[in-house]
């Protein structure tokens, strides 16, 4: 299934998209194995939800993607609890079950074959903090 072309190909096409630089959080809250539903909220005056993405932390490796199934283009989950993940296998949509790699955010079975999720490219700052890296 590959996406319309209308459908965001890229992180920085959706709604609301923060800047390369931009912290998305701190390493030290996400604990090795989690999967963590975050959300950055709108700009001051716009509508709509803000920018909603998952951190996944693997050892050392932390990776974020945009939280938006390839499917409907919907959250895979509304909220943290509601979360399915397997700790540095996978994660799963809770609406029609899609699941993707946590290594790469690829179709791992279900309805998203040949798209998957969106990757945040990220690193981790000096003091800690999980940043938007600069690039694609
Ligand atoms: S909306 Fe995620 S699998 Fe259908």
């Excluded at 909220?41 to 390839?70: E, I």
């Excluded at 409907?72 to 079950?97: D, I, K, W």
């Excluded at 791992?108 to 074959?113: I, K, S, T």
Aim: negative net charge.
């Amino acid at each position: 299934m590959n996406p319309p072309p209308s459908e965001p190909q890229h992180w920085h096409d959706l709604p609301h998209a923060p800047a390369p630089g931009t912290a998305l959080g701190a390493w030290a809250a996400v604990e090795d194995g989690q999967a963590l539903l975050q959300e950055l909220p709108p700009p001051a005056g716009a509508a709509g939800p803000g920018f909603r993405y998952l951190l996944l932390r693997s050892g050392n490796d932390v990776k974020a993607y945009v939280n938006r199934c390839a499917h409907f283009g919907v959250p895979l989950a509304a909220r943290q609890e509601l979360l399915m993940f397997v700790p540095h296998t996978s994660l799963t949509c809770n609406v029609h079950y899609a699941r993707y790699r946590w290594s790469d955010g690829a179709c791992a079975g279900g309805e998203c074959d040949g798209v998957g999720l969106l990757p945040i490219p990220v690193l981790v700052d000096a003091e800690g903090h999980i940043c938007i890296a600069p690039g694609p």
